[in-house]
Every structure is written in structure tokens, then in C-alpha cells.
Nanobody
């Protein structure tokens, strides 16, 4: 079964930028959609960015719209999240996920990468 591995998290000051990567273990992996979720301590897990793999159509949560950009690299079966103008409230564990079939939902998950934004 496909595994997803995130990287790129770390410590950054408010206003800074980070680029998260999520690579699939199988290079030929071609999902219906991939997304980034995040969960801050004591809060629910929220979907913040989603991309349709074939069309490239994207969706962003209001909290990150205009600051974050999701993209994909077909050759590497990788999804990225470019995060700019980071705020302390962006601090969370970020997970990537994938839908192989619409009926299966968000079945594949990465282990997560920590993003900490200091003020």
C-alpha cells in the first residue's frame, strides 16, 4: 500500500516561509486528490489545502487563502505546500493525505511534520 512521507517542517519566525513536501512511496501513484491537513494542540484536524490531481484545481481554507499554495510534481509523485507570511496560529502538525478513489475518502496519510511559528 502507498506510503506518504512529509518533510520540510521546522521552526520559523512570524512572517517567514516554509515549503512542505509529501512524497509517495510509489512513483507511479496517481490519486484522485491530495490535501494538506493540520492539527494544532487541543484543536480539531482541519483540511487547509486540496488539489485535484488531474485538473490541478485547488481549494484553500479561509485561514490560509492567499498565503499558502498547494502544488504537485507528477514525476516525483509529490505534493507541496508553499507557506508564506506565516503566523503563530499556523503552528501545528501538518499531514498530507490522498484519495485513491472518491469512495475511499482520505485513506492514505503521512506521519506528519511539525511547523512551529514563533512571534
Amino acid at each position: 500500500q502507498v506510503q506518504l512521507v512529509e518533510s520540510g517542517g521546522g521552526l520559523v519566525q512570524a512572517g517567514g516561509s516554509l515549503r512542505l513536501s509529501c512524497a509517495a512511496s510509489e512513483r507511479t501513484f496517481s490519486p484522485v486528490a491530495m490535501a494538506w491537513f493540520r492539527q494544532a494542540p487541543g484543536k480539531e484536524r482541519d483540511l487547509i489545502a486540496r488539489i485535484n490531481w488531474s485538473s490541478g484545481s485547488t481549494y484553500y481554507a479561509d485561514s490560509v487563502k492567499g498565503r499558502f499554495t498547494i502544488s504537485r510534481d507528477y514525476a516525483e509523485s509529490t505534493v507541496y505546500l508553499q507557506m508564506n507570511s506565516l503566523k503563530p496560529e499556523d503552528t501545528a502538525v501538518y499531514h498530507c493525505s490522498a484519495v485513491a478513489r472518491a469512495t475511499m475518502g482520505w485513506r492514505y496519510w503521512g506521519q506528519g511534520t511539525q511547523v512551529t511559528v514563533s512571534s
